[in-house]
């Protein structure tokens, strides 16, 4: 038995359910179903119950305690009956059970010690022909138990337990990771978990599985994985460049070097307000935060705008000179109701000069030269310098707008980048913390700020 061979059959021991495991899984999934039956006969309309998932599948790993459970409705059941009648068996199986919001709103709650979806969908004849889009994921279901044997099945748990080692495994847009039905196709299609971070450790993204050779469309995604129930979807959509690079650098360091450590994932402990000085003092950045409370949404609709709103912070920032070298949106960890977040980056630049460099077209390009020259020749601000000739083109050397940074971030130009629509209703009543000031936040940030500054692979 070679390392790598080692290192997984100890892995498999760890995180492959065991029989106790599975039958208390099955006893709860029997008694659950059965209670969904219960409810949907007293509906006016007809349903059935499916069990999906990794746990539907034998596919999750040890430990993991979800169920999920899909009511299907007639197809031809409109949205407002089909939502209306899914919330009442929802409630009725998890009383204690509280609504989240997918495309449609569904009932989460606990039973027995595990974690409950009860979600409706309509029972469409293909996943193509879908009204919402979790309709599709009971023929995701279908489709893997077609394939799964007892040893793919083991090798697909194998592959989640190493995806959540790295932190590269969700699908939630927080994650942007690999979702259970990405990481069980590649399994499938790649033949195991071992030809499968094989095959990782040589793409060259783009990289494209058509499992069932039908794509409709072209997909521009650095991994495209084709559903194989619905041609028009790439299972791997949500995935970021960044975590599909992480998977390949871990996969390449498990082949060279075999660990167990990489099937374990990192829990970071929070950095103090001490250490963020530390980190400061050594690097010689100017970092700036700016922080207000986190719009009321969850996080499939959160991050999306805290990433938004950060691009254009940057872009800001970068446009009025003050050099960005790194920047990460953040979300309080301290406990604060409603919780705090934060735009922060660390700049190259903090100050600027009261005058900045504005070059105009090249004088050979009469009508654009002309306009450039005109539009300056009459001011008369002390503060601007020109125009004159620079090489072949005209230049003005004029007021710059913000010299520092804290003038910018507190200023409503701040606020006219491209925010995300529910962060803009918050960042007016924003606090701008530059320079060591920012060490403040670790009570709050201690563990993005240490993912800031203790960053990895």
Same mark, same amino acid.
């Given at each position: 038995?070679?390392?790598?061979? +080692?290192?997984?059959?100890?892995?498999?021991?760890?995180?492959?359910?065991?029989?106790?495991?599975?039958?208390?899984?099955?006893?709860?999934?029997?008694?659950?179903?059965?209670?969904?039956?219960?409810?949907?006969? %007293?509906?006016?309309?007809?349903?059935?119950?499916?069990?999906?998932?990794?746990?539907?599948?034998?596919?999750?790993?040890?430990?993991?305690? #979800?169920?999920?459970?899909?009511?299907?409705?007639?197809?031809?059941?409109?949205?407002?009956?089909?939502?209306?009648?899914? $919330?009442?068996?929802?409630?009725?199986?998890?009383?204690?059970?509280?609504?989240?919001?997918?495309?449609?709103?569904?009932?989460?709650?606990?039973?027995?010690?595990?974690?409950?979806?009860?979600?409706?969908?309509?029972?469409?004849?293909?996943?193509?022909?879908?009204?919402?889009?979790?309709?599709?994921?009971?023929?995701?279901?279908?489709?893997?138990?077609?394939?799964?044997?007892?040893?793919?099945?083991?090798?697909?748990?194998?592959?989640?337990?190493?995806?959540?080692?790295?932190?590269?495994?969700?699908?939630?847009?927080?994650?942007?990771?690999?979702?259970?039905?990405?990481?069980?196709?590649?399994?499938?299609?790649?033949?195991?978990? @071992?030809?499968?971070?094989?095959?990782?450790?040589?793409?060259?993204?783009?990289?494209?599985?058509?499992?069932?050779?039908? +794509?409709?469309?072209?997909?521009?995604?650095?991994?495209?994985?084709?559903?194989?129930? #619905?041609?028009?979807?790439?299972?791997?959509?949500?995935?970021?460049?960044?975590?599909?690079?992480?998977?390949?650098?871990?996969?390449?360091?498990?082949?060279?070097?075999?660990?167990?450590?990489?099937?374990?994932? @990192?829990?970071?402990?929070?950095?103090?307000?001490?250490?963020?000085?530390?980190?400061?003092?050594?690097?010689?950045?100017?970092?700036?935060?700016?922080?207000?409370?986190?719009?009321?949404? @969850?996080?499939?609709? $959160?991050?999306?705008?805290?990433?938004?709103?950060?691009?254009?912070?940057?872009?800001?920032?970068?446009?009025?000179?003050?050099?960005?070298?790194?920047?990460?949106?953040? @979300?309080? #960890?301290?406990?604060?109701?409603?919780?705090?977040?934060?735009?922060?980056?660390?700049?190259?630049? +903090?100050?600027?000069?009261?005058?900045?460099?504005?070059?105009?077209?090249?004088?050979?390009?009469?009508?654009?030269?002309?306009?450039?020259?005109?539009?300056?020749?009459?001011?008369?601000?002390?503060?601007?310098?020109?125009?004159?000739?620079?090489?072949?083109?005209?230049?003005?050397?004029?007021?710059?707008?913000?010299?520092?940074?804290?003038?910018?971030?507190?200023?409503?130009?701040?606020? %006219?980048?491209?925010?995300?629509?529910?962060?803009?209703?918050?960042?007016? %009543?924003?606090?701008?913390?530059?320079?060591?000031?920012?060490?403040?936040?670790?009570?709050?940030?201690?563990?993005?700020?240490?993912?800031?500054?203790?960053?990895?692979?």
């Amino acid at each position: 038995m070679n390392d790598l061979e +080692a290192v997984l059959s100890r892995v498999r021991d760890r995180v492959i359910p065991d029989p106790a495991e599975r039958e208390r899984l099955r006893t709860v999934a029997a008694a659950l179903t059965e209670r969904t039956r219960e409810a949907i006969a %007293d509906l006016p309309v007809e349903a059935d119950v499916v069990q999906v998932g990794s746990t539907a599948r034998g596919t999750w790993v040890a430990g993991d305690r #979800d169920i999920d459970l899909f009511v299907r409705f007639d197809a031809d059941l409109d949205r407002e009956q089909l939502e209306e009648y899914g $919330l009442a068996v929802g409630h009725a199986v998890l009383p204690d059970g509280h609504e989240e919001y997918a495309e449609h709103p569904y009932v989460k709650g606990t039973y027995e010690g595990f974690d409950v979806d009860l979600v409706p969908c309509h029972d469409v004849e293909t996943a193509s022909a879908l009204v919402s889009a979790v309709d599709r994921t009971p023929f995701h279901d279908a489709y893997l138990s077609a394939r799964l044997d007892d040893d793919l099945s083991d090798d697909v748990v194998i592959a989640k337990a190493f995806l959540k080692g790295i932190g590269a495994y969700g699908s939630d847009l927080r994650t942007e990771g690999f979702s259970g039905y990405l990481t069980e196709l590649l399994v499938v299609e790649l033949g195991g978990f @071992v030809p499968l971070v094989e095959s990782v450790r040589s793409w060259h993204p783009p990289v494209e599985f058509d499992p069932e050779g039908h +794509a409709e469309r072209t997909f521009e995604d650095p991994l495209v994985v084709v559903d194989p129930t #619905d041609p028009t979807r790439n299972v791997a959509a949500v995935l970021s460049a960044a975590n599909l690079a992480r998977f390949q650098h871990y996969a390449r360091e498990l082949l060279a070097a075999p660990s167990e450590s990489l099937f374990d994932p @990192v829990e970071l402990e929070p950095l103090g307000s001490a250490e963020v000085r530390d980190h400061l003092d050594r690097r010689g950045t100017t970092p700036v935060a700016v922080v207000f409370d986190a719009p009321d949404l @969850v996080d499939d609709q $959160l991050w999306p705008q805290l990433r938004r709103s950060l691009d254009g912070v940057v872009r800001g920032l970068n446009g009025h000179g003050f050099d960005v070298l790194r920047a990460q949106a953040m @979300v309080g #960890d301290g406990g604060d109701d409603p919780p705090r977040a934060a735009l922060y980056a660390e700049l190259e630049v +903090a100050e600027r000069p009261v005058v900045e460099r504005h070059e105009g077209p090249p004088v050979a390009v009469r009508k654009h030269a002309a306009s450039f020259y005109e539009s300056y020749a009459d001011d008369v601000s002390p503060e601007t310098y020109g125009p004159f000739i620079d090489g072949d083109r005209y230049v003005v050397e004029r007021e710059r707008e913000f010299t520092t940074v804290r003038e910018f971030l507190e200023s409503d130009a701040a606020s %006219d980048v491209a925010l995300g629509a529910q962060v803009e209703r918050q960042f007016g %009543d924003r606090d701008v913390l530059v320079g060591d000031a920012v060490a403040t936040l670790a009570d709050a940030f201690g563990r993005p700020l240490r993912e800031f500054y203790e960053p990895y692979p």
